[in-house]
């Protein structure tokens, strides 16, 4: 069994700064991509950020030059730090990482953390 556990959101007001971990723990035999989605109300969950196995990295249009997602692979954490917010990141921030569990290669999701970006 594979978890993703996210924390590091909260209330920030804009141009603030926020840093989001994504821990996965249990049965982990590698890891492939990870990345960062977000959905805020009322739209579609959107790819925000991701960093293959190979460490190369690549953003969404609205958050480039302003957040930077890296990884540690001897935790099996990714990170994502997020400069400059603005009110239009507000959203409920999901990790996301294709691991192998011994049996499959398999996607996986966190819970989620809420970001709300507000004066």
């Known amino acids: 069994q594979v978890q993703l556990v996210e924390s590091g959101g909260g209330l920030v007001q804009p141009g603030g700064s926020l840093r989001l971990s994504c821990a996965a723990s249990g049965r982990i035999f590698s890891i492939n991509a990870m990345a960062w989605y977000r959905q805020a109300p009322g739209k579609q969950r959107e790819l925000v950020a991701a960093i293959p196995s190979d460490g190369s990295t690549n953003y969404a249009d609205s958050v480039k030059g302003r957040f930077t997602i890296s990884r540690d692979n001897a935790k099996n954490t990714v990170y994502l730090q997020m400069n400059s917010l603005k009110p239009e990141d507000t959203a409920v921030y999901y990790c996301?990482?294709?691991?192998?569990?011994?049996?499959?290669?398999?996607?996986?999701w966190g819970q989620g953390t809420q970001v709300t970006v507000s004066s």
């Open positions: 996301n990482a294709l691991i192998e569990n011994g049996l499959a290669w398999d996607d996986y």
